[in-house]
């Protein structure tokens, strides 16, 4: 009887101690607790760099394109070129060629100095609207620049947003003031990305070079030399390295060479007009490379696609993009990378 009894209590014992002395259940019995994980989002793009926009800026505002100038004598040093985020390189009348700058992610001061629209120039701004600033023009461009899905804007009617600078010879001493266009409003906002962008980790397909020259009529030839320290292509013309007011010597992230022909009136007359609508060749210089493709667009109303041989897109680098509009009866000279000697006899 005894033994019995001793059994009895031992079992209820060991009921108490896996009980718990206060009768909560045991430890094992009691709810996992929750794992809270917190995921960082990564900071928003600028829409026409590919670069981060950590501070959203340009999430908030439209796209600006200002018509600048290229006369090598009484246009340069052109004003915040170096602060675009895309440039346009147009040919004109008499094989001359004229810029149309894109601001976004960033908003210099003073851009210009500001010159006519061209019928090219409608094609270019049609898929991203924004407001566009120019000085005037022939009624068919004029006409032609306010059918387009933009916020035309010229001398009379910006303002404060442009002023003409007295130390310089008219018709090349109209500049404008970006933050003012801003103000003006647009849309969308923000504009849609004209490129795609390779990631920090993807590796730069093409072949390797040097330099490249797109052989725009006399001075307005233009080189581009590649620079590994900084990542550019350094910028220059027969009279020298192309520098900007404040000093800086251009030098884009990407070259995109879009070989088109012009209509209109001719290559080289009043009312040409690059065909940006259909397709053609591109060379895209960009990490050091060159990726040649071809370049599509199936309307006015969508981007320029960009696509290797391989009918992928080309992806560019993060950065400042400069894009050539050379004729297709304009030779583009590239000098390619010189092997390294083989130390194997």
Not at 2 to 16: E, Y
Not at 59 to 85: C, F, H, M, W, Y
Not at 183 to 207: C, I, M, Q, R, V
Not at 257 to 286: D, H, M, R
């Amino acid at each position: 009887m005894k033994a019995a009894f001793a059994i009895v209590v031992a079992a209820t014992l060991a009921v108490a101690a896996c009980s718990g002395s206060d009768g909560s259940k045991p430890a094992a019995e009691q709810p996992a607790a929750k794992v809270t994980t917190t995921t960082t989002k990564p900071p928003p793009v600028a829409p026409l760099t590919g670069l981060a926009d950590p501070t959203g800026a340009a999430q908030n505002r439209p796209l600006v394109s200002i018509k600048i100038d290229n006369d090598s004598s009484l246009a340069r040093p052109q004003t915040g070129l170096e602060q675009a985020d895309v440039v346009w390189d147009e040919v004109v009348e008499g094989q001359a060629t004229r810029f149309l700058a894109m601001f976004q992610s960033s908003v210099p001061d003073v851009a210009g100095p500001v010159r006519s629209v061209r019928l090219t120039d409608p094609l270019i701004v049609w898929p991203v609207g924004g407001v566009f600033a120019y000085s005037g023009g022939a009624p068919y461009a004029v006409n032609a620049i306010a059918a387009a899905p933009v916020k035309a804007v010229n001398e009379t009617s910006a303002g404060n947003a442009m002023f003409r600078d007295s130390s310089r010879r008219a018709p090349h001493n109209l500049y404008a003031r970006p933050a003012q266009l801003f103000a003006l409003g647009a849309e969308p906002t923000p504009p849609p990305a004209l490129f795609d962008y390779a990631t920090a980790k993807a590796t730069t397909s093409g072949t390797p070079v040097t330099s490249v020259r797109v052989g725009f009529a006399g001075e307005f030839a233009v080189t581009y030399t590649w620079a590994s320290g900084s990542g550019t292509w350094l910028r220059s013309t027969r009279a020298g390295p192309f520098v900007t007011k404040s000093g800086s010597q251009v030098a884009p992230n990407n070259v995109v060479v879009l070989s088109v022909v012009y209509g209109g009136t001719g290559l080289g007359q009043i009312g040409a007009e690059a065909q940006l609508v259909g397709q053609g060749p591109v060379k895209v210089f960009t990490n050091g490379h060159e990726i040649d493709g071809t370049w599509s667009r199936a309307t006015k109303a969508d981007r320029i696609e960009l696509n290797g041989a391989d009918g992928k897109p080309i992806l560019l680098t993060p950065g400042q993009t400069w894009v050539e509009l050379p004729d297709t009866s304009y030779a583009v000279d590239v000098v390619g990378v010189t092997p390294t000697p083989s130390s194997t006899p």
